[in-house]
């Protein structure tokens, strides 16, 4: 079951393990949306009003990515569309290169709220354009990665959580224009970032002498 209909525009209160919200959506009555989430038993579903375009609480692409779907609701503002999926798990063993779409089923992909998994091939990773926040331990695991794309224009847009372990190792793709934003915009500027059209540098992120001393590469903005 993925799915449950209400027909009642006034909904009764149920028993708080009627459903299992964590893997079905609720459909209800145009308009009633309002009382369903303020009604016992009901308001931990994501509720559709019928008529609107229903996503699947869970849903698996084709790259082995799970999503798990969450709606907005008043107070809630890290969520930026009506309905939103989050990447919450992935299936089998990820690539040396991947992209993380924007829209999964047609729904905004908004977050990354897990730790990959099974990803110690991965060396480069393309992060969705509709991303509202973005924690870097969630990387941790991901022994090879080098690069990171971001293709969103306004740094601003993303609130972001930063960890050492990544980003003294890992370079920031950006769009080409927006280095120096995205240098001034606190998470961001913690990483080394390399415009689209830059190269790749030839240094080492981190170095150490024959002496033991270690060496970190820094980076200033000469745009």
Known sequence: ??????????????????????????????GARDEYNNSSGWKNAVVFEDGDKIYDKIYNDQQGFVYTLEEKRDGYSRLPYDYNYVVTGNIGKLPKELTIPS????????????????????????????????????????????????????PTQVNVSTSDEITQRVYLRVPDG??????????????????????????????????????????????
Do not use: H
Request: proline residues 6%; hydrophobic residues 35%; negative net charge.
């Open 103 to 154: 829209y999964a089923d047609g729904c905004p992909v908004v977050q990354i709220g897990y730790t990959l998994t099974e990803c110690e091939d991965l060396e480069k990773l393309t992060l969705p354009s509709l991303l509202s926040e973005l924690y870097c331990p969630r990387f941790e695991n991901c022994v090879s990665l080098k690069e990171i794309v971001c293709p969103i224009q306004d």
């Open 1 to 30: 079951m993925k799915r449950v209909y209400s027909l009642m525009e006034k909904p009764i209160a149920i028993g708080s393990f009627a459903f299992d919200w964590d893997k079905v959506v609720l459909i209800v009555p145009q």
């Open 178 to 223: 927006t280095k120096s934003a995205y240098l001034s915009t606190s998470g961001w500027a913690s990483f080394m970032i390399l415009e689209q059209s830059e190269p790749m540098p030839n240094y080492e992120r981190t170095l150490t002498d024959e002496q033991g001393v270690k060496y970190q590469l820094s980076q200033t903005d000469s745009s």
